[in-house]
């Protein structure tokens, strides 16, 4: 509230605060804005929070938790293979539709994680299959016969 907010920030203030919005800038401008908002405001409270019922309270939250971090990591390793896979094909398909017009020998793969990787050499009809691995971030770069 307004009057609540003049009455704490009283002796910080050139002046009173005429609207809510200034007090919300005021508090961005602050280092710990949180640490100040619970001196006076109670959140349990504001967000009309109870304590979890006797029921409940063998149940470990840290183990929740958990399971929901392993669980969006684990959905963000897949999406990231089907990004990969499908640059991939992209990838593929330029290099296949630009072959009459480069002459291209072979296949090679960049490698910029592990560049001992970059050594094998694959055939011109022998397309080299991406990701290999999860988290593989390797891509496909043609060899020209002018190389």
């Known amino acids: 509230k307004l009057k ?4 704490y ?4 203030l050139e002046k009173p605060f005429t609207r809510k919005d200034q007090i919300l800038k005021y508090l961005e401008s ?5 640490d100040i908002l619970s001196e006076f405001i109670s959140f349990r409270e504001l967000f009309k929070l109870t304590s979890i019922p006797d029921e409940f309270k063998d149940i470990d939250l840290q183990k929740i938790f958990d399971s929901w971090l392993y669980t969006f990591e684990y959905s963000y ?3 990231d293979i089907y990004d990969s ?13 630009a072959e009459e017009l480069s002459e291209i020998k072979n296949w090679k ?6 560049p001992d990787n970059n050594k094998k050499v694959f ?5 080299p299959s991406l990701p290999r691995w999860i988290g593989d971030t390797a891509t496909v770069e043609p060899i020209y016969n002018w190389e």
């Open 30 to 34: 602050l280092d710990k804005p949180y």
């Open 77 to 79: 390793v897949l999406g």
């Open 109 to 114: 793969i960049d490698d910029y994680s592990n």
């Open 123 to 127: 055939h011109k009809n022998d397309y």
């Open 9 to 12: 920030f009283v002796d910080k």
């Open 85 to 97: 896979s499908l640059e991939a094909l992209e990838s593929k398909l330029r290099h296949l539709e």
């Open 4 to 7: 609540e907010a003049n009455e």
